[in-house]
């Protein structure tokens, strides 16, 4: 479930994102839900009193049998789609001028069939205890006309965040609290209540804020409200809004210290259905923004005060750096060698314990250097100090790796730092990521077309990661091949790959022994072409980033078929008609796997693969017949296949594919099935021969 901040999230193992309600400030959250609906004054004074002593009677008493009457409408009749249905949720922030904050979340699930069970029999919630506590008041089971109680302290328990582990960073305030539901059954609706303090923002004096009022499952009723002092200028949008599902008010809390209340509410909002490989839910589904900073050059100029006091760096770090540029005159060889020193001489670990604003806030750079690791943000400030000690104009970036911001609303919901070379004017010239140990590349693939924002006081926008160039990811097959009297077809296959096809085969082959590691390389043709011999392999070391990755070997394999009716012809079958012969071809499209879709296709990565076979005959044809050529260019990807008979007993193939997209709109979606579908046929019809 996407994150509604930065210091909690709560999985109910959907998407969803569901808190709860109710402690002692349930009067607030009654006066600004009342006060919505009535006007100031006495009226208002009367209604609140009222209503707070209604809704207290009810909420101290949990042990009653009465039941919500909104549970009655959410059933298999009503939502005959859903697994589970969020019959009711009312969330109440209350912010303070620092950016402090108070919530409360009272939520209702109902389960309509086994997938929704399975789902739902664990909630996690998590919490930075860094910035914020979180507080379980309540959990209960209702079922027909009953309710049952959970006993959290004897059905949950608190553990480390399993991010830790996968990030390969400890954080010992990073924590999620799992309850698990015993018994719980279909048809079951499942009511929570959780209560949350946080008692600093990331960003002091400033109130800021998303959440999701769409999931993947239906939503039945959600309302949503934000309390904050009468002078807040508070900026909202509800993005990718779904007509007649969402309603808004606004009103003023009258008194010493006067409130605004601003309460969005969501009613029967149609469930998300997941695709494979779409965009995050945070991008497609309806959501509200809000914030009070005044624009994105704000959140990156306090991202650079946060980072600047940092990267002073020490006479043992200065002695580094004038070791590692000495005789260097290029500018990019300079900066290459300080790169690939953080990012492969300072590891990728460590344990988050900063003070001031844990997760965004890095580490002194010479405690970096002397203790030869760190996270993401470390080793980006590393490389910083060291490559201004080395007279580039180098500057911390804030990253939102695999996702793109609203740009209309500055939230600092960015999840990685890394650095950029600037020219004399603050634009960016290259972008450089020290925590990938393998690559060749500065910038993984991965992290372009990705919204990012320079610490840079003066300039300091939103904007996106330069796309990789497809022909910058290479893989390119070089085949010599002859076709024998006997049908055999023999010759040699060369390899050579640049940029992500490069860090592709490194990163695979890194860890495995020499057999394994050809195991590997003779499987890639071998799921392509049925029967094929492979032999004397050889493969540059993959820990040697100097040169680009390649690999030869000889091959052997039957490849023409002689026609029973007419001896004197037959069907050759050459390697050149491989479906998918590139490494990315096996992997990226293959994700192309569904009829149509609604939501566009992450591909992630612009490529090129191209196939050159250059085939001889021992004994020269009479005539070749090969498959009609292709060249198809539109705005997904480009494809060329050739054929050209160089002498009487030469043909030369050559094929060649470029994918140019990273992501693939729904409109499109139907000319990668098309490609899929060609390339199938294609390598199923072989050249006719005829002797």
């Known amino acids: 479930m996407p994150k509604k901040n930065n210091y909690l999230k709560v999985l109910p193992t959907y998407s969803t994102r569901l808190f709860l309600i109710l402690n002692g400030r349930l009067f607030l959250l009654l006066s600004a839900i009342i006060i919505l609906f009535f006007p100031t004054g006495s009226r208002a004074k009367d209604a609140i009193e009222s209503g707070l002593k209604e809704q207290t009677q009810i909420a101290s008493d949990s042990s009653k049998t009465e039941i919500p009457h909104f549970t009655e409408e959410i059933n298999r009749s009503t939502y005959p789609y859903a697994h589970a249905v969020l019959a009711q ?319 209309e609303i500055p939230l600092p919901y960015f999840n990685h730092a890394i650095v950029a070379v600037l020219d004399d004017n603050g634009n960016a010239l290259h972008f450089l990521d020290p925590t990938s140990e393998t690559s060749r590349q500065f910038l993984p693939d991965y992290e372009r077309e990705c919204s990012y924002l320079i610490a840079d006081s003066k300039n300091g926008s939103l904007a996106l990661t330069p796309p990789v160039s497809p022909q910058e990811n290479s893989f390119i097959l070089e085949i010599i091949d002859k076709l024998s009297p006997t049908g055999k077809l023999g010759g040699t296959i060369t390899i050579s790959c640049t940029g992500f096809n490069d860090t592709m085969m490194r990163s695979i082959m890194m860890n495995q022994s020499r057999k394994e590691q050809e195991n590997f390389l003779k499987r890639l043709f071998l799921s392509q072409y049925s029967g094929l011999e492979l032999f004397n392999l050889n493969w540059s070391d993959p820990a040697d980033r100097s040169v680009n990755f390649t690999f030869s070997g000889n091959f052997l394999v039957t490849a023409l078929l002689h026609s029973e009716k007419t001896p004197t012809a037959g069907l050759l079958q050459p390697l050149a008609n491989m479906e998918k012969p590139g490494l990315l071809d096996r992997w990226i499209l293959q994700r192309a796997d569904m009829t149509k879709r609604r939501y566009p296709l992450k591909l992630g990565y612009t490529y090129t693969t191209i196939l050159r076979e250059h085939l001889s005959f021992s004994k020269t044809p009479k005539t070749l017949k090969p498959p009609k050529k292709i060249a198809i260019d539109n705005e997904v990807f480009s494809q060329t296949i050739k054929f050209t008979q160089e002498k009487p007993d030469k043909l030369l193939i050559e094929r060649r594919f470029t994918l140019k997209k990273t992501e693939v709109e729904p409109q499109y979606y139907q000319l990668l099935t098309g490609l899929q579908n060609r390339n199938q046929k294609r390598s199923l019809t072989p050249i006719e021969i005829e002797w």
Request: hydrophobic share 35%; charged share 30%.
């Open 89 to 407: 949720e009312i969330e109440h922030l209350e912010y303070h001028a620092d950016g402090s904050k108070e919530s409360q979340d009272d939520v209702y699930i109902t389960i309509l069939d086994e997938e929704g069970k399975r789902n739902h029999e664990v909630l996690s919630f998590h919490v930075n205890k860094a910035y914020g506590r979180l507080k379980i008041e309540f959990c209960e089971i209702i079922r027909a006309s009953k309710r049952r109680n959970v006993d959290i302290a004897a059905h949950s328990h608190e553990e480390a965040s399993a991010g830790n582990s996968r990030s390969n960073i400890y954080n010992p305030l990073q924590k999620v609290v799992k309850v698990f539901l015993p018994g719980l059954e279909i048809g079951d609706t499942i009511h929570y209540r959780l209560n949350q303090r946080q008692f600093k923002a990331i960003i002091a004096n400033q109130i800021y804020g998303s959440i999701l009022g769409q999931y993947d499952i239906p939503i039945h009723s959600y309302i949503f409200t934000v309390t904050t002092p009468a002078e807040t200028r508070l900026k909202w949008l509800i993005k990718d809004e779904i007509k007649e599902c969402v309603t808004f008010r606004e009103s003023r809390l009258p008194g010493k210290r006067p409130k605004t209340i601003r309460s969005w509410t969501f009613n029967r909002v149609p469930q998300i259905v997941p695709e494979p490989q779409m965009p995050s839910f945070r991008r497609v589904a309806m959501r509200l923004l809000y914030s009070t900073l005044p624009d994105w050059p704000a959140i990156a100029a306090w991202y650079d005060t946060l980072v600047e006091k940092k990267l002073t760096p020490g006479e043992e770090l200065k002695k580094k750096v004038n070791e590692l540029t000495e005789g260097k005159t290029n500018p990019d060889e300079k900066m290459a060698s300080l790169f690939y020193y953080v990012a492969r001489q300072i590891r990728y670990l460590g344990v988050s314990g900063e003070s001031e604003r844990p997760g965004f806030e890095p580490h002194d750079v010479n405690l970096t250097f002397e203790r030869r690791h760190g996270v993401c943000r470390d080793k980006a400030a590393l490389l910083v100090s060291m490559l201004r000690l080395a007279d580039f104009n180098a500057a911390a970036v804030l990253i939102r790796v695999g996702d793109k911001l609203d740009k």
